[in-house]
């Protein structure tokens, strides 16, 4: 069991094994803060 994992579907969460789970909303790089990413938080 790993203590950190990233995933990037739905499915990758309900079969991982770790403790603390990331999603990764983008296929590809995120956006950059100038092209209007940012964070959500």
Do not use: A, C, H, R
Request: proline share 5%; net charge negative.
């Amino acid at each position: 069991m790993t203590s950190y994992e990233f995933v990037s579907s739905l499915e990758q969460i309900n079969t991982s094994k770790s403790k603390n789970l990331g999603y990764l909303t983008y296929s590809d790089e995120p956006p950059k803060k100038s092209e209007g990413g940012g964070s959500l938080l």
